[in-house]
């Protein structure tokens, strides 16, 4: 079988500033650059990395937050050039990584169709022969707006549009990464039927995912990033239990965040985690539960000054589906402050079983301070009432379910 992919000896190194050196305010930046400037190291987000891959396969990349899939998935996209190594790509190449990105708001839908198509590298031609595929795959919200400017359309709308385009380029090498983390539960079916799709006919496909149930379902081989190399190359099965036990041996069990995996800057971080089950009444239960409130108090230390910042913390199932979101805005914290932020979730309907609690902080996407995708484990055992037990499960389509609620910041002592 002929060859799709060759990587061999690929390395990407960036220049950082060491952590506490990045200016917080303009006047700092003025007198760090009278003072010689920020300090900065050598980074390896990727190092020694060899794989080759088959015209026809489908290969998911996966790996904890910072291991190295982003960056991999731009080297390979030809976003950015690599430090050493090298890659050869044998046919078109098509990339679905910022989706999205390219519609401009003044346009119409319509218009933004052919432009972002032409982003994507789409011919006029190309863009004409499916445009009416692309506008009902969007769904029937699009079509009625479809001439109108996408400032005035929804976050969603503009997401569905971007998909439907982004969907049907027809390269030879697929490079698609998390764009069926966006919309509702409705679209990422259908966005993963389209995917699978795509995979039947017989092209090369790169996909990228936390979600390791769409990972097995559209994969058959499986690459597992750790620390910016390779890991582990095998059957997508192998990969998903050995990405599972990696997690769990990095979860905290006595509510200690200093030695799990993490990413960020580090401006701020977060250092403890504790998991309580509460009674209607507000006092605590010796065993968590599913059907009852919980509360899940977090301590943030900085180390330099944050403003405007947000704390969110989420559940996520055995195969990294995020079921429960909540969030706590506009934190603004001094250098060398701490705080505990308690975040309380009202009459938690998830099934009995283990799932795991994960942590971010930061100011948006591009400026996170701390992220821990695997902070702690949280065990569920079958509630008083029973009913719960019965298979009721809570996913992000049904987050109504738990009524989250966050209670005041309090300063820690």
Excluded at 208 to 234: E, F, P, Q
Excluded at 272 to 294: N, Q
Aim: glycine share 10%; with cysteine.
């Amino acid at each position: 079988m002929s060859k799709a992919v060759e990587v061999r000896g690929l390395g990407k190194k960036y220049r950082i500033a060491t952590p506490g050196s990045r200016p917080g305010t303009l006047a700092e930046a003025m007198l760090k650059g009278l003072r010689g400037g920020t300090r900065a190291e050598d980074f390896w987000a990727l190092r020694e990395i060899d794989f080759s891959v088959n015209q026809g396969e489908v290969v998911g990349l996966v790996g904890h937050n910072g291991a190295g899939k982003s960056t991999l998935l731009k080297l390979l996209s030809r976003i950015t050039e690599p430090t050493e190594g090298e890659i050869a790509l044998y046919g078109r190449v098509g990339s679905l990584l910022e989706v999205g990105s390219g519609f401009h708001p003044e346009l119409t839908g319509r218009e933004n169709v052919f432009m972002n198509g032409s982003i994507l590298g789409m011919k006029r031609t190309e863009i004409l022969s499916c445009f009416d595929e692309i506008i009902d795959f969007a769904g029937e919200r699009v079509q009625l707006h479809l001439d109108s400017p996408v400032k005035r359309w929804s976050s969603g709308m503009v997401v569905r549009l971007a998909f439907a385009v982004a969907a049907h380029l027809d390269p030879e090498i697929l490079i698609v990464d998390e764009v069926l983390a966006v919309g509702d539960a409705e679209f990422q079916k259908r966005c993963l039927g389209k995917m699978q799709d795509v995979a039947r006919g017989g092209r090369t496909v790169f996909f990228v995912s936390h979600n390791l149930a769409a990972v097995t379902a559209l994969c058959t081989r499986g690459i597992l990033l750790k620390g910016g190399r390779v890991h582990l190359d095998a059957p997508v099965g192998e990969v998903a239990a050995e990405y599972q036990r990696l997690a769990r041996a990095g979860m905290s069990e006595d509510g200690r965040l200093d030695h799990v995996s993490r990413s960020g800057s580090g401006a701020a971080r977060f250092i403890h985690l504790e998991s309580t089950a509460l009674s209607p009444a507000g006092d605590p239960l010796p065993v968590l539960t599913s059907g009852a409130d919980l509360r899940f108090s977090v301590t943030v230390a900085t180390r330099q000054s944050i403003k405007d910042a947000t704390a969110r913390l989420f559940l996520a199932d055995p195969n990294t589906y995020r079921l429960i979101e909540v969030s706590a805005d506009r934190l603004s914290l001094d250098e060398g402050e701490s705080v505990r932020i308690d975040f309380r979730l009202r009459d938690v309907l998830l099934r009995p079983g283990l799932y795991t609690v994960g942590l971010w902080l930061g100011r948006s996407e591009a400026d996170v301070y701390d992220a821990v995708e695997y902070a702690a484990p949280l065990e569920l055992a079958v509630g008083s009432e029973g009913s719960v037990g019965g298979g009721v499960y809570a996913c992000r389509s049904e987050v109504t379910l738990c009524r989250s609620e966050r209670i005041p910041i309090e300063r820690a002592a």
